[in-house]
């Protein structure tokens, strides 16, 4: 391999700093994968269109098939694999564990992340295609199931387990089911965070 | 004096809700499919596709793209090492398709003309797209349509008989009262399980060892034992999890190549077929062109029933999508003909896809029955319960539980049927014009021959040892619970092991013959193993083990017409201005014999009714003609229910008990919860707008251009 198609870079995942060298063409799903053994992220289509590699960056959704490696350096990457504190399971985990959310399970660790982040934009006032009034000065529309289905839709699931995977993500974000803090923080109102590249 | 149960013997295991052994591995990304386990020194295989639909490869460039960075070898037809195809194997004869690079011939549009095989994903990726390829194109057949020339009735086989019938149709059909004569249509569908086709090869110490996604690991193995001339004992298969399967994960082209990779270059190869080489690779649903004739007396009571289906295959391997089988199940009638037709083109070979016959064929049967219903004035329910058989319409035999009109009873009553009123076109909601719709499901209920061994562990566990899959099925916590129940522990003390052909023989996951077959075999080892713990005086450090085979008992099962039943019932809102349909709400019962846990038969039984809906709105591939190949053969041209299509979807079931089964009465599940959906949401589409939809998915353009019946 010649010099001008690898780079050595510097990966900041599930808060660990990771440096490897990289073809420049390597995704940062296969970065994930192939290189760091953190093979929790799954590969379903490789090009954007099932969710099931949809991983957080800086705490926002991300299909990380869309996502090259190098340019990935210098952003937080969370995987599935940094979602549990520990034995201590995240809610939408521990939801979707109980309530069968999943069958297969292939997709599961792309929903997890997905609905991790979507609970986040949805407390963070964004709208989504089915909210009735989006005015910046609206009320924040409650996160029915309707909003669940809708803000998960980029997320396919084969097994058709989509009637429990709402009724999770709907328990894991009841108010006063405790959550730990989205790994970037606070997310922007939508009026200050247009750049939504890779969402997925 | 070794006691299995201390004291007080538990039961109960079957039958109550328990979450999956691997969930806590599945929703942490810790559980490893066939993509994720590493190797050292892996090299990675990526296939090249033939561009043509038909001709002869005639040549391959591969010398430019092996001086390319990291390609190890471009394997193809004139280098590949050879395989046998000539064999009978526990499913049939191989899918010539799996005899891949044996030959120049192309007999398809997606066809593997060779695999390119680099350090690197992305070394074998990019050569591979850059790898040239000649061919002398001939013309090809792409075109499916009803009354095709090449049309012919295939043998058929001792299960599912190519045609068959009873009495003077013409005749009964002359006599009738009320004749429904309609023909449907359903298109080619694709498995597209979320887990691509995978697997790993590898020699070790003279066994090849290949870790794959499949729906049986001794059949896979089998197969490569086969394909490759080797002893049965030196192959060794494992699919620990798989992302999904419906029966598309057999022996494909990308365990062969693996093969044949690894033992060319001596080194670990993994195959992971993309998305889009899904399409053409791994079997579809055949696309259904079907004539139901229906014969009845003013009352509704069926005089004649016809039903003719006709599939496509492909040229070089026989498959038949048995859509008319159904009627030989559900409905008498004084003359009485079936028949499943094929035509032969110059596409893929299709395969098994959930339901495979029952889907297509229930939604012709079920809307022709509804449109019956129509003409005689009669409530649909009515109308079934009205020609409910007493045995098997066709075979004559006693049905061995049969509690179809306990689930639209059921099913009546939670979704309000009663207050429905049957004219269409009566409801609307804005610009919605809404309509409910029933139908009836039905699904052979087999058992095949298997093998389990069952282990008493000296710390007080038990392990159990099984070639099943878990597919995604539960059949791990199945198994756990039917084991832990006919042990009289409590499952936490059993530990079950899949999907590993060195445990031998067992059925697939396929036909909703897993639970039912692997639990017979599970039962029957844990039979033996409790007489042997009776004689023993303590367990010695390895454990007592006792070994089942069920092929005798098999064998000896009295012949009965053993099916699942159901009641689908659907709701919908048509949109007059865009010409969407939406489902509403769905309500499936049904009768699917003892149910081992709740909580995972639910999921498995709503997920095949989402499959309904989205064979009846959204799934369609299209092939384009002059091309032979397919049209946006990825998951945005391909679109399956996402969880927007999807509303709150309930199912449920009624008492099914079988006291003469020696199986305990436990039937599939997997595949009974999609048949009639997209029949019952047709319907339900008639019922909102009074216009009929025989050709799947019910888009909005068709719904545009067919309009309303309505004032």
């Known amino acids: ?200 | 004096m070794t006691t299995m149960t201390g004291p007080t013997p538990v039961t109960g295991a079957v039958g109550t809700a328990h979450t999956r052994i691997e969930g806590l591995d599945k929703v942490t990304g810790a559980a490893r499919y066939a993509g994720d386990v590493p190797y050292a020194e892996l090299a990675h295989g990526w296939l090249v596709l033939s561009t043509i639909a038909r001709g002869r490869i005639r040549s391959v460039e591969a010398d430019p793209v092996l001086a390319m960075p990291g390609v190890l070898a471009v394997l193809h037809h004139g280098n590949a090492p050879r395989v046998n195809a000539d064999y009978t194997g526990l499913l049939g004869r191989p899918d010539p398709t799996v005899a891949v690079f044996q030959h120049d011939r192309v007999p398809f549009a997606g066809w593997p003309v060779a695999l390119v095989v680099a350090e690197t994903s992305e070394q074998a990726r990019e050569a591979a797209e850059a790898l040239v390829v000649h061919y002398d194109e001939e013309p090809h057949d792409v075109a499916f349509f009803a009354g095709h020339p090449g049309t012919y009735t295939p043998e058929g086989n001792p299960r599912m008989q190519a045609e068959a019938g009873k009495g003077d149709l013409e005749a009964e059909l002359t006599a009738s009262a009320v004749v429904v004569d309609a023909e449907y249509t359903t298109p080619q569908e694709h498995h597209n399980p979320l887990e691509p086709h995978a697997a790993m090869a590898r020699w070790d110490s003279g066994r090849l060892e290949v870790i794959d996604s499949n729906q049986g690991s001794t059949w896979v193995a089998e197969e490569l034992a086969n394909l490759f001339s080797l002893d049965p004992s030196s192959v060794r298969v494992r699919a620990e999890h798989v992302g999904g399967a419906f029966g598309s994960k057999g022996v494909r082209p990308h365990q062969v190549l693996a093969v044949m990779a690894t033992t060319v270059l001596h080194r670990p190869v993994r195959v992971v077929l993309t998305r889009r080489q899904l399409f053409s690779l791994v079997g579809y649903r055949s696309p259904t062109a079907q004539r139901v004739r229906l014969g009845a007396d003013p009352d509704g009571r069926l005089r004649a029933l016809d039903h003719q289906a006709l599939n496509l295959t492909s040229k070089v391997h026989e498959f038949v999508e048995t859509s008319a089988g159904l009627g030989r199940v559900m409905y008498d009638a004084d003359a009485h003909h079936t028949v499943n037709r094929v035509v032969a083109l110059d596409v893929p070979t299709p395969t098994w896809m959930r339901a495979p016959g029952a889907a297509p064929g229930s939604f012709a049967l079920e809307c022709a029955l509804d449109e019956l219903a129509e003409k005689c004035g009669v409530d649909p329910i009515a109308l079934r319960a009205r020609n409910e058989p007493d045995a098997g319409p066709v075979s004559g035999l006693p049905f061995s539980s049969r509690n179809v009109l306990a689930c639209f009873q059921e099913g009546a009553r939670r979704f309000g049927w009663a207050d429905r009123d049957p004219r269409p076109g009566q409801r609307r909601d804005g610009r919605w014009l809404i309509g409910t719709g029933t139908a009836a499901a039905t699904h052979p209920s087999g058992v095949a021959p298997s093998t389990a061994s069952v282990t008493a562990e000296p710390d007080g566990t038990f392990t159990v040892r099984i070639t099943a899959a878990d597919v995604g099925t539960g059949a791990r916590t199945a198994l756990t619970l039917i084991a832990a129940e006919a042990l009289e522990v409590e499952p936490e003390r059993v530990r079950v092991r899949i999907a590993d052909s060195d445990f031998g023989q067992a059925m697939v996951a396929g036909g909703s013959m897993g639970t039912r077959s692997w639990a017979w075999a599970v039962t029957s080892a844990v039979r033996e193993l409790r007489e042997l713990l009776v004689l023993g005086d303590g367990i010695p450090p390895e454990g007592i083990t006792a070994r089942s085979n069920t092929a005798e008992a098999v064998g000896a099962l009295p012949m009965r017409e053993r099916h699942a039943f159901g009641a689908q019932f659907a709701e919908v809102g048509v949109d007059v201005v865009t010409g969407e349909v939406r489902v509403r709400r769905m309500l499936g019962i049904f009768a699917a014999g003892r149910i081992v846990n709740p909580l995972t038969a639910r999921s498995q039984l709503v997920g095949g009714m989402v499959w309904g809906l989205s064979m009846a709105l959204h799934e369609e591939a299209a092939r384009d003609q002059a091309s032979g190949a397919l049209v946006g053969a990825d998951l945005a041209g391909y679109h399956f229910a996402a969880n927007a299509d999807v509303p709150l979807i309930e199912a449920d079931w009624v008492d099914d008990p079988d006291d003469e089964d020696p199986v305990g009465g436990i039937k599939g599940i997997g595949e009974v919860s999609i048949v009639g959906v997209a029949a019952a949401i047709a319907n339900a589409v008639w019922h909102a707008t009074g216009v009929r939809h025989r050709h799947l998915p019910i888009r909005p353009d068709r719904v545009l251009l067919a309009g309303t019946a309505t004032a």
């Not at chain 1, 994968?33 to 991300?62: H, M, P, S």
């Not at chain 1, 599935?80 to 979707?96: M, S, Y």
């Not at chain 1, 097994?159 to 009841?174: P, Q, T």
């Open chain 1, 1 to 200: 391999m010649s010099h001008s198609t690898a780079s050595v870079i510097t990966l900041n995942i599930n808060g660990e700093k990771h440096t490897l060298p990289v073809d420049h063409r390597t995704t940062l799903l296969d970065a994930l994968r192939e290189r760091l053994d953190l093979t929790g992220t799954k590969k379903g289509c490789d090009q954007g269109q099932c969710g099931a590699c949809t991983v957080l960056l800086d705490g926002r959704r991300a299909v990380s098939c869309l996502q090259l490696a190098v340019a990935a350096e210098g952003r937080e990457v969370t995987t599935i694999e940094g979602i549990a504190d520990g034995d201590q399971l995240h809610p939408v985990q521990q939801a979707f564990l109980d309530l069968d959310g999943y069958q297969c399970g292939y997709c599961t660790p792309g929903q997890v992340c997905s609905a991790i982040a979507m609970i986040e934009e949805h407390a963070a006032g964004w709208p989504s295609a089915v909210t009735a009034d989006v005015r910046p000065q609206a009320e924040a529309a409650p996160l029915t199931a309707e909003e669940i289905r809708e803000r998960m839709s980029g997320n396919l699931c084969r097994c058709g387990a989509y009637v429990s995977i709402v009724r999770a993500i709907a328990e894991a974000a009841r108010p006063g089911v405790p959550r730990p803090p989205s790994p970037s923080g606070e997310l922007g109102h939508l009026a200050g965070s247009e750049e939504t590249e890779g969402v997925a």
